[in-house]
Nanobody, 122 residues
Framework: QVQLVESGGGLVQAGGSLRLSCAASGRTFSSYAMGWFRQAPGKEREFVAAISRTGVYTYYADSVKGRFTISTDNAKNTVYLQMNSLKPEDTAVYYC???????????????WGQGTQVTVSS
């Protein structure tokens, strides 16, 4: 059974930064692509960023491009989301997820974390 555990969320002022972490159990972490999604109150879950299993390729939603950076540390079975220049509209619960290939659609992801709250005040 794969478990994904997010951490690093919190309250930050607009313009600030946060780094989210997602620790994965299991020995096959490097065999999978990883992604971050978010869901704001009253809205559907949306794609944020994805990284290939090798860590070479990344892809971002237009709304976060240039501000967020996804990365992995395979030795620690952890994927990160560095979030800079945060805006109030970034407020959401952020989820990490595992996929067999990079994808922007959540139906391609098979395991999900429990989520971590990010709140950006204006």
């Amino acid at each position: 059974q794969v478990q994904l555990v997010e951490s690093g969320g919190g309250l930050v002022q607009a313009g600030g930064s946060l780094r989210l972490s997602c620790a994965a159990s299991g020995r096959t972490f490097s065999s999978y692509a990883m992604g971050w999604f978010r869901q704001a109150p009253g809205k559907e879950r949306e794609f944020v960023a994805a990284i290939s299993r090798t860590g070479v390729y990344t892809y971002y939603a237009d709304s976060v491009k240039g501000r967020f950076t996804i990365s992995t540390d395979n030795a620690k079975n952890t994927v990160y989301l560095q979030m800079n220049s945060l805006k109030p509209e970034d407020t959401a619960v952020y989820y990490c997820a595992r996929s067999t290939a990079m994808a922007t659609t959540d139906r391609f992801y098979d395991y999900w974390g429990q989520g971590t709250q990010v709140t950006v005040s204006s």
